[in-house]
């Protein structure tokens, strides 16, 4: 291998990884904000319901209107996690640009390595010794016995 082929084997797997990191951080984003939304909805259901029992962390209410637990305040402050979602999204699409520039399709790799993992599912050796039950049989319905004779 020449100095060259060093260099651009070592950017190629800098890029790799990185891109790896941050498709981990988009994923780690999206859960989070995905459980915000239900704190979202949460409020959003009492201010409907009971916008009087809607208490936050920290604040100190009457007996007449206590009840719920209290809604972190931090939990509605979604803005910046938005920004750093795009901004790894960003990030991501220029590490795929970089990519393409060094002749390396990260989608391709991941289209042959699905296709190779959908063969070694589907591989007769990797049968199990009892097959699943028909949908059928698994839902309830049965199957008409045919007349013999008629």
Not at 57 to 80: C, H, K, L, W
Not at 119 to 124: K, Q, S
Request: aromatic residues 4%; contains cysteine.
């Amino acid at each position: 291998m020449t100095d060259t082929d060093k260099s651009a084997t070592l950017a190629i797997g800098k890029l790799v990884v990185e891109q790896f990191d941050l498709e981990k951080q988009i994923g780690s984003l999206r859960d989070e904000l995905g459980r915000r939304a239900a704190v979202f909805a949460q409020v959003g259901k009492m201010l409907l319901l009971k916008p009087e029992r809607l208490v936050f962390e920290g604040e100190n209410v009457t007996e007449q209107f206590a009840g719920e637990s209290p809604i972190e305040r931090n939990a509605m402050d979604v803005a910046y996690l938005i920004a750093d979602l795009r901004a790894a999204i960003v990030g991501k699409g220029e590490c795929t640009a970089q990519l393409a520039e060094l002749g390396i399709d990260p989608e391709e790799i991941e289209r042959r390595e699905n296709a190779r993992n959908s063969r070694a599912v589907w591989n007769p050796a990797n049968a199990s010794p009892d097959p699943a039950p028909k949908k059928a049989a698994a839902v309830g319905f049965t199957v008409r016995p045919k007349k013999s004779g008629v």
